[in-house]
């Protein structure tokens, strides 16, 4: 990677501690040339630091001429004073990763003069157990070297997969709220356990086991999410009767619906921000 990249990450909440996590120890990245920083919770800046090694300081404090990426991990509703803490700092040779949900690279470019590089990253909460995925898109002037090192920085954490900013909406409806559908599944698993007496810590397990399992037989790619259903669903067998109940309450349309409702609100967010935050 040529010389050793320095990130600061604005933000220090769970997504910021899940990609400190996974860079340092990974090795990619040396402790030294990592910093945090968040708006007033010294407390966690402090925790931080003393469980990674990192660098922890104010905002105002940033040694901004030496650091190369600055990994926004805040909440959307932060965006303005976040952006506006670097206006007139940070140069068109620096890069800015937001890992910010709905808001799009020319929304934070705009907030810069011409020619700043910002890329658009969203991971989803898995990338605190290092099994995230991540879909990255480029703004309009990011050199190819960097988004190769966005891509090695968030490989840290799960797989990443350069995608279409248009389509981002989409893969968070997807990926980005896909923990919860699973989690979802999961409770009703445990819901028919406990009715039946199981031990539920049992029936967790068994589940989570389970669902592991058929994501790792579509991870192969050897056959289609269809295939494999067909495959294991024999005429009037039990998997055919579960499958059944599942299409008679709707199963097959809620997830449907489930992701494109969440997509849809992806965009509406989008939409909302690029309305009422100004770029003064």
Known sequence: ????????????GS??????????????WAPEHVIVTNHSNHEKRA???????????????????????????????????ALQSLKGSVGPHQVIV??????????????FPEGQQVIRAMPNTSAIAGESTTAIC?????????INIATALLSSIGKVYPIEEEKMD?????????????????????????????????????????????????MRQENTPAELRENITSPNGTTYAGLAALESFGGGEAIYEAVKGAAKRSKEISEQFSHTVTHL
């Open 170 to 218: 989409l893969f968070t409806g997807i990926a980005g709220s896909g923990p919860a559908y699973f989690y979802f599944l999961l409770e009703q698993m445990e819901r028919a356990g406990r009715e039946s007496g199981m031990d539920i810590q049992m029936v967790r397990e068994i589940g989570a086991q389970t669902l592991l399992g058929a994501a790792k037989m579509i």
């Open 15 to 28: 997504m910021a501690e899940a990609m400190i996590a996974g860079i340092v120890q990974n090795g990619q």
């Open 138 to 146: 480029a703004g309009r002037w990011v050199k190819e070297k960097n």
């Open 98 to 111: 937001s890992v910010m949900a709905g808001l799009t690279t020319a929304f934070i470019e705009a907030f």
């Open 1 to 12: 990677m040529g010389k050793q990249i320095t990130v600061a990450f604005l933000g220090a």
């Open 47 to 81: 925790a931080l630091q003393a469980k990674y090694g990192i660098r922890a300081m104010q905002s105002g404090d940033l040694p901004f001429d030496q650091i190369d990426f600055f990994i926004l991990a805040m909440k959307p509703k932060n965006a303005d004073t």
